[in-house]
């Protein structure tokens, strides 16, 4: 039994092939400690371009205790600025959401504009420096229409990501696609859980029917591996199936991690819906309904099932020790027409239903962590990812 | 002053005679020392047989953070499952009663039998031991149909109780008895709040206007002892008088505390009801309305005030450091008929109203815990009880 | 960069000039410490004694976890008694306001007279000195009719401050006020950001549109001070003009901090109301509507701003580290009567619409003071109150 209940204590009695001690998901100190190491370090998806199309446009992404004002510049740059005044704390910008030439804070008007620069502070003494008090800034990195941020002080490096899958996001159409609907499930339960829960397909079949009558993925590997070498030998699409699977521990040193891969739908299933029919028209230059689902996803927090006729978004972050949002994102290609193109209620179904679904297994699963007698468990083979997440998981906090 | 703040050094500087210090009511550490050496150590009522009379049925019991499924086997046994999943510890029973032939985790669908045995998990390697894998159990032990679980390793004994008092058990038919109500009163204040205040009958003159009027033991020690010297002479009853105090720190070594105790009722009063009046049948082989009503525990949590119709259980459960549960159960015997044997407003009014002052006194007493100006107070005689109480609990927390 | 997290090491790594740093907004240690240093010693306005005209009237004073009785004996004197039982801590009084002989435990009936004198407790040992159980209590102290406590051993003295502004209370006619109106407005904040808002006035301009349309202080110093200075030139009010600046660092040694100033209001305001023309008939023995207003405050929570016509008491309490009240008081001359002297509505209307952007304000400041990238910012000129406010804190935090 491990008695070491430090934190490096309970890293190095890990015991791989197995879930993670009950400390990881109960200790502030442990949580404060993910902040700073993953949260305020990782990349992170804080939303998508066509939100923001105008100059001045922004709207606020917000996690734990932060508030970032996304914003698009009058150099139609995107930004990031940390919606902290820079005199006594305030929040600067108050608006969910809208369209302004400047920030200026309720408390005492301090001014920013959209770069973040301090344009304007009443009053203040001769040996106050404006230049030196613009809002503080995160990094952004576009991908397509999808705004990262980076809290860090040295991001880590998204350029092989962005070179190794141009051809993914040419072929999908990231520059074109437009956000059609987001929303927020709140969760009970520490983020870990919730981002386990998306890392393995070993609970789809149980607990997810609607997802399971879609993808191939919810089969066991036995069934499952066939069906893909199947699958990618009679392959006619001219979407990429190349995998790159750099997530998690497999990630390049400096490289923020990421994954590509191309998996089959069941027999006949042409996109993620109800019924397996197209909800939308195919993505960018996507040839065909091509029987099959891409999944990419960029850090430990974002990730996407990318469908040929729409895109699903997926962001897990935490609120507090015992409480995380799932996000969802739907984006269709930008020209399509809601009403025409697309019903939206159609579009969103699955995952909606799934995501549910998935809100209450995580508080389930929670309730019973939480338990005096929960002890680590073994690891099916179907679980092999969240092994990965565990592993990155482990160092990171180190 | 007592200076020491270390729990070895507020159990050594506990002035006796006088109530506890405030931190016994505010530290976490001490609260969760007490679940470890308390909660998951005594032994506690968990439910009653009539809850589950036929193999498959079973009722989630649950406090703190456990929550333990109590079912009946094929064998026609009770069982005591520990409801958390060995795989990565998920509730596996999330309904709060019903029957089942097994319990198959929501989550990924290991399967275990009424026995607790894993008998299913999918796509598992070949070195996993499903014998390994069952749902750890409490022990389980039944006087008549109540059912007493313990979550220690090794449990204390309850042999020399069960052998000690098995005439009252069967004069009052325990085995033959049915739970026709349970009611759950949440508290918001320490349990210990709440259970010293069912030590004490100093406060029930005061603060219980209705139980005064129905028993001697509200009156002063002075006033009730001749009472009871009378009521001991002139008994006809052939209920047990003699008692049995190994409560809380009077308990055997190695043995549960209980006690049993018969005490006289105000003149004229028959039974525990508005009016003094009978509200059922005599229970077991009870040969008359004796004028008396017993009193009988099991370990520090559960209680019960035996009438000669009627029998009312108490159990006081943390939720958390500064919050519990009283839980009540009434027991009549197992052939009255509702409707036409006992009117069950009638029977359950005497203790719902004194639960709900208990409830009020218990949250004012929190409050002026609260405060910085709170100190240890002295006892009066009328407190020996909650005396005992305090005793075994400092040891116990040692 | 300050890496010394303890206490003394943020107090002693504070940068004059600047915010505070987050530690002191969000660590749990410095907020019991703060109760113990400050709320716990200096004064506290408690309320005003037209609340208890009569021997036996009182009313429940309640902060963090505190409740104190302010009663009126039958010698006609004011006590402050701690509202918990010496024998086990319960609330004695539940009532908030009342007349009543003595208070009487509800828990188990020990009774205390208007004196906190225990005059009868039940059953207890004849070692038991009821002498020696009395409510504990606060010091008093009356200043007109404002009620003040201190729960200090050894108080601060108020003495200077009595003698200093006798002139005052008796120009203003403070023996003769009464209180008309108190309102609670609850704060998800620190308490301090709260008393920090009330400093300074920097904010008024931009922050509280109806307060400048009033006072001359929400303008620049620039326009103010020649503002003040043809105000006192020109002054023929006989309200004393004299300030007496013996706030926060700058009392003296011993006395509790206090101050007095009278400032100008803008050009034709006669009151602090909706259109600044009275609202209530002049206080005391003030001769005319001055064109000004005084602020008077005692110890680090209780302000007033008084008008030619009426006085408005406010005070900041904590009630957890992440919230507290603020709590607003209307007075009026004694002998003014509703609906003809004065209408209640408009009395309260500029500071009921001022604390509600205040507090909308200061949860606004707190959300970004909680941001990992919150840093102490450089205060204006027109922050220097909220300087002495700062300094004495960290002063009386060590």
């Known amino acids: ?30 949580y404060d400690r993910e902040i700073e190491n993953i949260f305020l370090k990782n990349w992170i998806l804080a939303g998508h371009t066509s939100q923001i199309p105008n100059p001045g ?22 930004k990031a600025l940390i919606n902290v005044c820079r005199h006594r704390g305030s929040h600067v910008c108050l608006n969910k959401e809208g369209n302004t030439t400047a920030f200026t804070c309720p408390y005492h008007a301090w001014s920013y504009d959209l770069e973040g620069t301090l344009i ?20 952004v990195e576009l991908v397509g229409g999808q ?16 070179e190794d899958l141009a051809d993914v996001f040419d072929q999908y159409g990231f520059d074109h696609m437009k956000l059609v609907e987001q929303r927020t ?24 029917l609607d997802y399971a009558k879609i993808h191939a993925l919810a089969l ?11 699958f990618l030998k009679e392959n006619t699409s001219n979407i990429r199936t190349k995998a790159s699977p750099y997530y998690f521990d497999l990630a390049k040193e400096g490289d923020e991690g990421y994954q590509y891969d191309r998996n089959p739908l069941l027999k006949g299933i042409k996109s993620g819906s109800r019924d397996g029919k197209p909800v939308a028209p195919l993505l960018g230059k996507v040839n065909e309904y091509g029987n099959g689902a891409s999944e990419f996803s960029v850090g430990p927090t974002t990730y996407y099932l990318i469908y040929d006729d729409h895109m699903v978004g997926f962001r897990f972050l935490p609120t507090s020790l015992n409480t ?20 939206l209620e159609e579009l969103l179904w699955l995952w909606h239903v799934t995501i549910l679904d998935d809100e209450k297994i995580i508080i389930d699963n929670k309730k019973g962590v939480d338990s005096h007698f929960y002890a680590p468990g073994k690891l099916s083979e179907m679980e092999m990812m969240e092994q990965h997440f565990l592993n990155w998981y482990l160092k990171a906090l180190s």
Not at 185 to 207: D, F, G, M, R, T
Not at 222 to 230: E, N, Y
Request: glycine fraction near 4%.
């Open 220 to 230: 066991a590997p036995k069934k499952f591996q066939p069906m893909k070498d199947k």
């Open 57 to 78: 446009d922004y709207f606020l992404f917000e996690f734990d205790k932060e508030s970032i004002i996304i914003t698009r510049t009058k150099k139609d740059e995107v």
């Open 1 to 30: 039994m491990n008695t070491d209940k430090s934190i490096s204590g309970l890293i190095k009695n890990y015991k791989y092939g197995y879930s993670l001690e009950q400390a990881f998901y109960k200790s502030q100190e442990i």
């Open 147 to 162: 705004i990262y941020i980076s809290l860090a002080e040295e991001p880590l490096s998204l350029k092989g990501m962005q």
């Open 324 to 343: 995380c949002i799932a996000d969802v994102f739907w984006f269709v290609r930008g020209d399509a027409i809601k009403g025409k193109d697309y019903d």
């Open 185 to 208: 499930y709140p969760i009970e339960a520490n983020w870990k859980l919730a981002v386990e829960n998306y890392q393995e397909c070993y609970h789809c079949a149980p607990s997810h």
């Open 120 to 139: 304007a502070a009443r009053i203040m003494s001769n040996d106050f420096e404006k230049s030196e008090n613009g809002l503080h800034q995160a990094h």
